[in-house]
């Protein structure tokens, strides 16, 4: 079995990506073809003695698609490729802008007298006294709107030809027919007047209009989609430095072996093992851990990590495809081109309805021409079952309901970045949230303050001035505790000396002051007997415990942690309510995460997971049948939030976390996610009502068009009437989408 990728082109919605995937598994010896709509990559696993890779190109070219291979080397969107992608995104939003105010024009021109209250037109553009001047306007004000929007025409009609009709299908369908008709009137009224009244110029461009604004929106997010894979691979550093000869190589020539040094403040290079030195390491972009983990030699550490105030010496050990770091990418990548859950309902029956509609169309012209009619008759009942078929309606009534709900989310503070994420929301069954930076605040703060022989303010000021010369994270928060009380600190230490993964040592006011862990106390000898009691249960609740010393006395300790936000229980309780079951999910310990866990309220907790194995447990309960979301704020939560059906971010997250969200929470309060899911279910009931309509109105209509009633009752709709109650079933669906917007969350 062989497994590759290709590049599809020419793909515009959810039918576009099923129909590759049908031609492709009907090859010999395919065992797995899916497509990624949003990259526009076919994965495809095949077996090579049955099926080549030109076999899959021409199969997918004959379905009416361009198709090349994909080397792995360009597994994430290179600058040139995300240069010319943003400059064509320029370029759609250039035709949107034109097409939107040449139809506005349209509309003012085609609408604006048969209001109750007529606008105001010049006498040489009136329909009743100029018939041929207003028509000829009207097309030459469509014309422009056809241009701007000709890659969907085209597109659809191409699709139609290949029999993959898409929604595009339905668009050059309704907006092809309605212009055709009105193009035939149009040359008619010189010599019948009355036929000013059978011109649907509007009805074409309007429709094309609202796709554009749709497509333009949809490529948009592409683009952002795309940028997620690209800040990934910026964490790599672009050279390395070789220990033994400190000459400068770039990072990709590196191999497994190589000793290279790190300096301070530096990004590692690449995945290997401390040979020498010590530091602390930030690593919470990659593994979720809150705070520095202290490496000395013996220590493994990850490329792309930042390394603290200490040198270090790291022997490499994996390089390439199978560093952590492109591993990450890789499960981003990969989970990314999962087909959701719930594809769009319009999509669904695109490829039903257009051939079902084309051939009643030409069914019942055929049959008024065999029951004696002449042919004027005929053509005009294929085209006012072509006109009422419109896909107005059917079109507009999932793009309404979506822009209102995301409208009424953003309004709350909830940004959705398309209509499948709201579509996917509404069925969340298991809600996996990232613990540092979602459930708590994501930085250290002060927890307890245990004097031993000296008061409370006096341990505090005493550990704050020690602590303001040390950048480390700890250091900080006893830093700001002392601020929030207004203590007045004393002079900075006279000396300062940092012992690496132990704390430090320094003379405060002619005082020998040691400020550290257990193992720098242990190594000076102080006696900590006192305090063990309360270090063992600050530790088990997952806090830091740091102990001071002056002149060789201990004067109590100070425990530090990432504290809980005040929202998480109550958010925590509200998703409960809605019967969805809660996993904390961390790379922090477990003692850590057991502690937060119980403060909260969680149903479960994964503790000590890397990036990797995050995704696997979202995977695991896809498994079981669950529909789940996964709210997360960092680096590391990316290939989960990319695994997960509903990939939801905290605002002030990092930007790559946001980027791989379908879902960002802007005011990083975890109630939003209870409201995010009911967002959701208000918005696909909205949906559902509204192709409930549009179909009931199509079924009503489309008879009516090709004359049912007209041999018992004398009743022919003609285009005219066609046209205005394709109008009305738009109007309904659109006023039925704005009921949406007043809801509350």
Not at 609 to 636: C, F, H, S, Y
Request: glycine residues 8%.
């Amino acid at each position: 079995m062989r497994e590759e990728t290709y590049e599809i082109s020419g793909m515009h919605c959810a039918a576009c990506s099923a129909s590759v995937e049908r031609v492709t598994r009907k090859l010999p010896g395919v065992n797995r073809s899916e497509v990624n709509l949003t990259t526009g990559i076919l994965s495809i696993e095949y077996d090579e003695g049955q099926t080549s890779p030109a076999d899959i190109v021409k199969k997918v070219e004959k379905a009416g698609f361009g198709c090349k291979s994909r080397t792995e080397e360009k597994a994430a969107p290179v600058k040139e490729e995300t240069d010319e992608a943003e400059l064509a995104l320029r370029q759609t939003k250039r035709n949107l802008i034109s097409a939107a105010v040449v139809t506005a024009v349209l509309l003012y021109v085609s609408m604006g007298q048969m209001l109750p209250t007529p606008l105001p037109l010049p006498n040489i553009l009136s329909m009743d006294t100029h018939p041929v001047n207003f028509a000829m306007t009207q097309l030459i004000l469509t014309i422009p709107v056809l241009w701007f929007g000709r890659s969907y025409l085209v597109g659809g009609l191409k699709a139609l030809w290949h029999r993959n009709p898409n929604m595009d299908s339905l668009v050059a369908i309704g907006s092809g027919c309605s212009f055709l008709y009105s193009l035939a009137m149009t040359y008619l009224i010189s010599d019948v007047p009355h036929h000013v009244h059978h011109l649907y110029y509007e009805s074409a461009a309007v429709v094309l209009t609202l796709i554009m604004v749709g497509k333009f929106l949809e490529s948009r997010n592409v683009q952002k989609t795309k940028g997620a894979i690209t800040k990934l691979m910026d964490l790599r550093p672009d050279v390395a430095v070789l220990a033994e000869t400190g000459e400068k190589i770039p990072t990709a020539s590196l191999k497994a072996g190589d000793l290279i040094l790190i300096k301070p403040g530096e990004k590692i290079a690449a995945d290997g093992t401390v040979s020498k030195g010590e530091s602390s390491v930030n690593e919470s972009m990659l593994t979720g851990e809150s705070l520095p983990v202290e490496k000395a030699a013996g220590s493994a550490v990850i490329g792309g990590s930042i390394n603290g105030d200490g040198v270090l010496y790291v022997s490499v050990t994996r390089v390439g495809e199978d560093s952590t770091l492109s591993k990450i990418i890789r499960f981003v990548e990969d989970a990314q081109g999962k087909k959701a859950p719930i594809s769009r309902i319009a999509d669904k029956v695109a490829g039903v309805f257009v051939p079902t509609v084309m051939v009643i169309a030409a069914i019942a012209a055929a049959v008024w021409l065999l029951a004696g009619q002449d042919f004027p008759f005929a053509l005009r009942i294929f085209t006012s079952v072509l006109v009422i078929a419109c896909p107005c309606a059917l079109g507009l009534a999932t793009p309404t309901a979506i822009m209102v709900g995301t409208g009424l989310g953003a309004s709350n503070g909830i940004l959705i970045r398309s209509g499948e994420a709201l579509e996917v929301t509404h069925k969340t069954s298991a809600v996996v949230l990232d613990k540092t930076g979602t459930v708590t605040e994501g930085k250290p703060a002060v927890m307890e303050v245990l004097p031993l022989g000296v008061s409370e303010e006096e341990l505090l000021t005493l550990a704050a001035g020690v602590e303001s010369v040390s950048q480390h994270p700890l250091a900080a928060a006893i830093v700001e505790e002392a601020g929030k009380r207004e203590l007045t600190l004393p002079n900075p230490p006279e000396k300062f000396e940092n012992l690496s993964g132990r704390g430090l040592r320094a003379v405060l006011n002619g005082a020998d002051v040691l400020a550290g862990n257990r193992r720098l106390m242990e190594e000076s000898g102080v006696d900590l007997s006192a305090l063990e009691r309360d270090a063992e249960r600050l530790a088990g609740q997952g806090q830091t415990p740091m102990y001071f010393t002056r002149d060789g006395k201990l004067l109590g300790l100070i425990s530090v942690a990432d504290r809980v936000k005040p929202t998480s229980k109550d958010a925590i309780a509200a998703l409960k309510a809605q019967g969805i079951r809660t996993v904390l999910l961390t790379g922090d310990n477990q003692a850590a995460a057991q502690a937060i866990a119980a403060q909260v309220g969680v149903d479960e907790v994964v503790a000590e997971v890397l990036p990797e194995e995050k995704a696997d447990v979202v995977r695991k309960l896809q498994d079981e049948g669950r529909t789940v979301m996964m709210v997360g704020d960092g680096i590391n939560d990316a290939p989960a939030l990319a695994q997960a059906d509903i990939g939801c971010a905290i605002g002030n997250g990092s930007d790559i976390a946001i980027e791989s969200a379908q879902v960002i929470l802007m005011r990083g309060d975890l109630a939003d996610v209870a409201r995010a899911i009911r967002l959701s279910r208000l918005t696909i009931r909205n949906i559902k009502q509204n192709l409930f309509w549009a179909f009931c109105y199509n079924t009503v209509g489309i008879p009516l068009a090709a004359g049912a009633l007209y041999l018992s009752h004398g009743l022919l709709l003609s285009p005219m009437f066609a046209g205005a109650a394709m109008s009305l079933s738009s109007i309904c669906v659109v006023g039925n989408a704005l009921r949406l917007g007043r809801k509350k969350l």
